[in-house]
């Protein structure tokens, strides 16, 4: 119901839907209730209190931004507070015909002495005192309160801002401290009309000799368009409404003569700045007088500064003013260093960085090596920080300018509670959170988190995953994934990584949709998954995006029963991916004979590059019987041999490889139908001898060859160069042996998890060997201290007998303890 035409509020309504002017709303309300307020008090209580008593506005009334149906705060200001029948009578009156009046109002009674102490239960008291004015009554009274108010002020400052500041924080929290809801509340979320007061109360709070930052100057066109919102939300609900339903969002935008998704942009832009804005208020304030042991530690910090950045007072600021005018990769330089150390950019930084965004966005929308900057970033301990940081400035729209398709986008439905941008950034958080969550539900889907490879591909994958739904087309993954292709493309990702990071941004949805409408105990489930994601290492990161995706919807969508059903879908997808390993063989129509009997597996997990480098190498060992490579590709090591095959080949090359000091990290083995095999290893040289003495290269090629052609017995390697393992009190990692002989027709699976150390697998496949059996099929892993090795076992040509897996089981976890 809208108020009679005829009232005050009417003509001020009539003139904000004609003009769109909130202060004209906020002004003209104020100075309707002043009067009102003035007259009550005239009438009802100067009769009774001639001298003594003043009625002062406070809060936002003190502060005249009287909403259309605000409360109205009210002080009476007296030494004496009402005592007999006639006072009490008096105020009864004058309360009375302020809400006869329609005003929402709040009132309180206090003396000078009470305005002027520092209450712990009732700050806000404290803090509305802030922003008082004089209404009326005894104006000596306002002006003794005038006079104290500033001393008790500055001697309580640091209490009122400890509390102001704590009081911001445990709102935002209430909101998961972001400014991205869908149907966000104009007043109390992050980036809402309370932090815009927080901001003017924090600058009040401050030594008034000190010189601040104008925020709320910076901040006026946000704040006029939050103060307009609130204003049409309270004249079209006639009440105090400060949610932005839906409903609301379409009707406002229609009014306002743009599209809904446009309004809320609108919206999201303007409450991210002020968002920063208090934020940067609320540093200040904490690093005005640091001391003790925090200044200290401060002090030690400032010494990480380089010749770019300083580091004070544990914020990170540029040295050169210009600097990012004339070397624009300082920004990401700077953002690299925030998420290596866990440092917020100063508020001084982040104002230097918004300013140069023009010339950014121009400098990186060029083809440019932007790649490495990013997987360092997204490779560092404080990356969400960063990622944070750079979204909320503006640095990563200016990077990667399809980020704007979706910044501050709203995508109504029943399940997602924020934007397509916050919702990406929680799903990226909800991954890293795995590295050390304790939730018991949840560790499995860390102990996968545990063994990707690449963490900056997963996250860049889910960064891009949602980009597609800025824009029309068939599915927004086939869009994001088309996007993804562009941007890796310009920002210069490594081919090798390309074809991972697309297939996770496309098929993100897959599991999803196996659980949601596939029959998990129909075989043929199995069978669809495989063929969709077609590799166990494909499977682990798209069930961790999935787990992550699916928890940042909202903050219960990921319940018990659907995290169960998440894996069980996980479980299913790599038990038929790991029975392929064996029964899913190249056939007769190879491209080349070599080829012929691997594991279709060879053919997805290499590219065209490595498979004709394996035929060559294949030729070679025609010749020789051997033929052997050794290379550096990054961080690692790889070794590839290919030869005949014999009993106990792989033990030997791996006990060759533990000898000479290497760690293991990744292997598999593969044979074909001519009895050859691809034996492939991947190791690290912890003691970097290989780097540091190049003619160790060629040694441990002849090392390989020698034990590969039976020249030279491993044993005698091991027995020279081995260390002993030291035992833990407490294994982080059981030992587990799993068989399996209904995975493959002639072969038995043999699966072993198990805390990896030095000369493991040597040790497992010569107990494997000492058994009898041959090894058909090997895949090895090792991430975080934790050996996954899967085996493919026959003997005699079949698979293995229930008493022949049994005794092997018993010796392979004998192997898997520490000595």
Not at 12 to 32: K, N
Not at 103 to 115: G, I, N, T
Request: some cysteine.
């Amino acid at each position: 119901m809208n108020p009679p035409s005829s009232s005050p509020l009417a003509g001020i309504r009539t003139a904000f839907f004609q003009e769109w002017d909130p202060g004209a709303v906020l002004s003209g309300r104020t100075a309707d209730v002043d009067r009102i307020v003035q007259a009550a008090f005239d009438q009802y209580l100067t009769p009774v209190y001639p001298a003594g008593l003043a009625v002062l506005a406070v809060g936002g009334y003190g502060r005249r931004e009287l909403f259309p149906n605000s409360d109205v705060d009210v002080l009476l200001l007296t030494e004496k507070a009402p005592h007999n029948e006639v006072t009490r009578d008096a105020l009864s009156s004058f309360l009375r015909s302020l809400w006869d009046a329609n005003l929402r109002l709040s009132h309180s009674v206090h003396s000078l002495d009470e305005c002027c102490q520092y209450h712990p239960q009732n700050v806000e008291l404290n803090i509305s005192l802030l922003d008082v004015r004089f209404l009326g009554g005894d104006q000596s009274e306002y002006e003794k309160l005038a006079k104290r108010l500033p001393k008790f002020v500055a001697s309580e400052r640091p209490a009122l801002v400890r509390h102001l500041i704590r009081q911001v924080r445990e709102r935002h929290e209430k909101f998961h401290s972001t400014v991205y809801h869908l149907e966000p509340n104009v007043k109390e979320s992050p980036g809402g009309l309370r932090d815009i007061h927080s901001i003017g109360w924090l600058t009040k709070l401050q030594d008034p000799t000190r010189e601040l930052p104008n925020w709320l100057g910076e901040l006026a066109e946000p704040s006029r368009f939050l103060y307009a919102t609130r204003c049409y939300l309270h004249f079209q609900a006639n009440r105090d409404q400060n949610l932005l339903q839906f409903d609301m969002q379409d009707a406002l935008a229609a009014e306002r003569g743009m599209p809904p998704a446009e309004f809320m942009r609108q919206y999201f832009l303007s409450a991210r700045k002020i968002h920063r804005g208090v934020l940067q208020a609320i540093d200040l304030c904490e690093t005005l007088v640091p001391s003790g042991l925090l200044g200290h530690f401060r002090d030690w910090r400032s010494r990480m500064s380089t010749s770019e950045i300083s580091v004070n007072k544990d914020r990170l600021y540029l040295k050169n003013a210009q600097v990012l005018e004339s070397d624009p990769d300082v920004s990401l330089r700077l953002i690299r260093f925030s998420a290596r150390h866990g440092l917020p950019l100063s508020a001084d930084a982040e104002r230097r960085l918004v300013a140069a965004l023009p010339a950014l966005a121009e400098h990186y929308a060029q083809p440019g090596p932007i790649w490495n900057y990013l997987q360092e970033i997204l490779s560092q301990p404080h990356a969400m920080m960063a990622m944070r940081t750079m979204h909320e400035t503006g640095l990563l729209a200016a990077i990667l300018p399809e980020w704007k398709l979706v910044e501050g986008l709203v995508v109504r439905d029943f399940y997602h509670r924020y934007t397509v941008d916050e919702h990406t950034l929680i799903v990226m958080e909800n991954l890293l959170a795995l590295r050390k969550n304790a939730d018991p539900t949840r560790r499995r889907f860390a102990g996968l988190f545990a063994e990707i490879e690449s963490l900056p591909a997963l996250l860049f994958s889910i960064l891009l995953h949602d980009v597609g739904k800025g824009i029309d087309g068939p599915t927004h993954a086939m869009e994001s994934a088309r996007l993804a292709t562009a941007i890796m493309e310009r920002i210069q990702v490594p081919e090798e990584d390309r074809p991972l990071i697309h297939f996770l941004i496309e098929q993100h949805l897959v599991l999803s949709s196996v659980m949601n409408s596939r029959d998990l105990s129909d075989p043929a489930t199995a069978e669809h998954l495989a063929g969709k994601v077609q590799t166990v290492e494909r499977l682990r990161y798209l069930a961790l995006l999935t787990y992550a995706d699916i928890s940042g919807v909202n903050a219960t969508s990921m319940t018990p029963w659907r995290l169960e059903q998440l894996w069980r879908v996980y479980a299913i997808g790599q038990r038929e991916l790991t029975k392929e390993l064996d029964t899913d063989r190249i056939g007769a129509a190879a491209t080349h004979p070599f080829l012929e009997g691997f594991p279709q597996r060879y053919l997805r997990t290499h590219t065209e590059a490595e498979v004709a480098q394996h035929l060559a190498l294949a030729e070679a060992a025609r010749d020789s019987g051997v033929a052997i490579d050794l290379s550096r590709q990054g961080g690692v090591w790889c070794l590839l041999v290919i030869t005949r095959d014999r009993p106990k080949l792989f033990a030997a090359l791996a006990g060759a490889l533990a000898g000479s000091g290497m760690d293991i990290v990744k292997a598999e083995a593969f044979a074909n139908s001519r009895g050859e095999v691809l034996d492939s290893f991947t190791f690290a040289d912890p003691s970097r001898n290989l780097e540091l003495n190049p003619p160790e290269i060629d040694r441990l090629r002849q090392t390989i060859e020698r034990v590969v052609l039976g020249k030279l017995d491993v044993t005698t390697l091991l027995a020279s160069r081995r260390r002993p393992f030291a035992a833990k009190a407490k294994p982080e990692i059981r030992p587990a042996v799993y068989f399996d002989s209904e995975v493959s027709d002639h072969a038995t699976l043999v699966e072993i998890n198990a805390e990896d150390r030095p000369g493991l697998l040597f040790d497992l496949a010569s107990t494997i060997s000492q058994a009898g059996c041959n090894i058909e099929v090997v895949l090895i892993d090792t991430e975080a201290h934790k050996a996954i090795d899967v085996f493919y076992l026959t003997k005699d040509q079949r698979k293995l007998t229930e008493e022949e897996s049994l005794a092997l089981e018993r010796r392979l976890d004998e192997v898997c303890r520490p000595y």
